[in-house]
């Protein structure tokens, strides 16, 4: 599904967030602006996300229109927001998760080739971004410095109570429908899909939900085809069921290597 921002009537808008953030992976903040910009004078904006983040300068740049916006910015966190969606999720005056939605904060991180001295500058220039990715979850959450940057270090998952506990989150809505979905197993990404659309996100991401996303059923889907290999009876007999029968309660890792004993753990932490 991806982005959609469009108008409900002259005064609301509904923006859809079901994609990675940034140029390269969803829309740019730029087209975001834009877009929102070309609706008029609308005075209420409701967002909805379930996308595992992407690019923290383009979310940010998101984040700060929107909290500029005269408009009332109502978040509703339909699945997942991960990374820099957390981020562009704190721009709400009223951030909404239903129950079996999560949240996910983390420290920065990039890519970079060079000598010792580059790797220096590098590492004090994440520094930088994670400070300013702290002081917009502090202005929302009222939360010490440090208590923030410890949730960061340590990679912290929340759950809508655990949200609403510490800041994170206004209100807990009822659960939404939701399943995590695994497409080609040996190559592709895991996704979340709700009503509304789907958010891909990598394994290695995947691996480390909490308990709370991990008792949410795997469906495997039929379209596209999968590369897992077909599970077999006790007689050997190969089985072929349908999309809506083919829901396995898979917890972790090792649930699904005994189910599919092909499937290393390696393969999904690739």
């Keep these: 599904m991806g982005w959609k921002i469009a108008a409900k009537n002259e005064a609301e808008a509904e923006i859809m967030l079901f994609d990675d953030i940034g140029q390269w992976w969803g829309k740019s903040a730029k087209d975001f602006v834009k877009e929102i910009k070309d609706l008029g004078d609308i005075t209420k904006i409701t967002l909805r996300i379930n996308s595992g983040g992407g690019d923290v300068f383009e979310a940010q740049a998101m984040y700060s229109y929107l909290r500029t916006h005269r408009a009332h910015k109502t978040v509703r966190i339909d ?112 996704a979340w899909k709700t009503a509304a659309g789907v958010a891909k996100f990598s394994r290695a991401l995947g691996g480390k939900m909490p308990e709370a996303a991990k008792k949410v059923p795997l469906t495997l889907e039929s379209e596209p085809k999968s590369t897992l290999p077909e599970k077999k009876t006790q007689n050997t007999t190969k089985t072929t069921k349908t999309e809506e029968e083919t829901v396995l309660d898979i917890k972790n890792a090792a649930d699904l290597e005994k189910e599919y004993p092909q499937v290393t753990t390696q393969d999904l932490t690739g």
Aim: hydrophobic share 45%; net charge negative.
């Design 79 to 190: 699945g997942l927001a991960a990374s820099a969606a957390s981020v562009l999720a704190m721009a709400g005056d009223k951030i909404i998760m239903p129950s079996n939605a999560l949240m996910m904060i983390h420290n920065p991180s990039t890519v970079v080739w060079g000598e010792a001295e580059e790797m220096r500058k590098v590492a004090g220039f994440l520094d930088k971004v994670r400070d300013a990715i702290s002081a917009v979850y502090r202005a929302k959450t009222g939360l010490s410095e440090e208590k923030i940057r410890s949730m960061m270090d340590d990679e912290t998952w929340m759950d809508a109570d655990e949200a609403l506990s510490l800041g994170f989150c206004d209100e807990t809505d009822e659960a939404i429908e939701i399943a995590a979905c695994a497409r080609s197993l040996t190559e592709g990404d895991i």
